[in-house]
């Protein structure tokens, strides 16, 4: 008779592996390949695991990719939050903008830009669970970004006239552009040019309390 190594993992056992890390890798081949373009083997060949056990751990190719999604726009979220509490108004807005071009460059010659709007955005007319997932995003940077100047009015920086929405909006359109100009291959100082436009509107239409 065989004995068994007691030490050896059971057969059939699950591997285990960090989400993060699996998530990040699944990130980057949606990213080079476009939702539609990437394959199951092209994941298991990027996150190193089987696709029983991708399917096992996430379910579907588009479940994975939601998941995948998910976990970059959290790290998103926090970018926003630490740059959003930046005290003074205009202070702020610039750590918005110096974090989206640093983000949006990051990790490419010539740019990433936004795993989002890279994939995601391309895929909202076709599938209803994508494009709701990216409103939702959305949405939230709206809100995230009146919430901050609704807190510059009340505290006295700007005019009660001025509009939080649409201020938000000026903001939320510049990081936008900024990471499809990236993903463009605009250079670091065209980039921020633009944000500095962005910002001198904002001046404009927010004048400071006198």
């Given at each position: 008779?065989?004995?068994?190594?007691?030490?050896?993992?059971?057969?059939?056992?699950?591997?285990?592996?960090?989400?993060?890390?699996?998530?990040?890798?699944?990130?980057?081949?949606?990213?080079?390949?476009?939702?539609?373009?990437?394959?199951?083997?092209?994941?298991?060949?990027?996150?190193g695991?089987?696709?029983?056990?991708?399917?096992?751990?996430?379910?579907?190719?588009?479940?994975?990719?939601?998941?995948?999604?998910?976990?970059?726009?959290?790290?998103?979220?926090?970018?926003?939050?630490?740059?959003?509490?930046?005290?003074?108004?205009?202070?702020?807005?610039?750590?918005?903008?110096?974090?989206?071009?640093?983000?949006?460059?990051?990790?490419?010659?010539?740019?990433?830009?936004?795993?989002?709007?890279?994939?995601?955005?391309?895929?909202?007319?076709?599938?209803?669970?994508?494009?709701r997932?990216?409103?939702?995003?959305?949405?939230?940077?709206?809100?995230?970004m009146?919430?901050?100047?609704?807190?510059?009015?009340?505290?006295?920086?700007?005019?009660?006239?001025?509009?939080?929405?649409?201020?938000?909006?000026?903001?939320?359109?510049?990081?936008?552009?900024?990471?499809?100009?990236?993903?463009?291959?605009?250079?670091?100082?065209?980039?921020?040019?633009?944000?500095?436009?962005?910002?001198?509107?904002?001046?404009?239409?927010?004048?400071?309390?006198?």
């Open positions: 008779m065989v004995q068994k190594n007691a030490d050896a993992p059971a057969r059939g056992r699950p591997r285990k592996f960090d989400t993060d890390d699996v998530l990040a890798r699944a990130r980057d081949t949606f990213w080079r390949y476009g939702y539609a373009g990437t394959s199951m083997d092209q994941l298991a060949a990027a996150t695991l089987h696709k029983p056990s991708l399917y096992g751990a996430f379910g579907d190719k588009k479940q994975l990719y939601l998941a995948a999604l998910d976990n970059y726009l959290a790290d998103i979220r926090v970018d926003f939050a630490e740059a959003l509490a930046v005290p003074g108004l205009f202070d702020s807005l610039d750590a918005v903008i110096e974090m989206s071009i640093d983000r949006f460059l990051r990790g490419a010659e010539n740019g990433q830009g936004c795993f989002m709007m890279s994939t995601a955005i391309p895929e909202c007319g076709e599938d209803p669970e994508i494009a997932a990216v409103r939702e995003a959305m949405d939230m940077l709206d809100r995230a009146a919430r901050r100047f609704q807190k510059a009015m009340e505290g006295g920086e700007i005019a009660d006239a001025a509009d939080p929405a649409a201020l938000g909006s000026i903001m939320v359109a510049a990081h936008y552009d900024i990471a499809g100009r990236a993903r463009a291959g605009y250079a670091l100082a065209e980039l921020r040019a633009l944000g500095d436009r962005a910002l001198e509107l904002v001046r404009v239409l927010a004048p400071t309390r006198n």
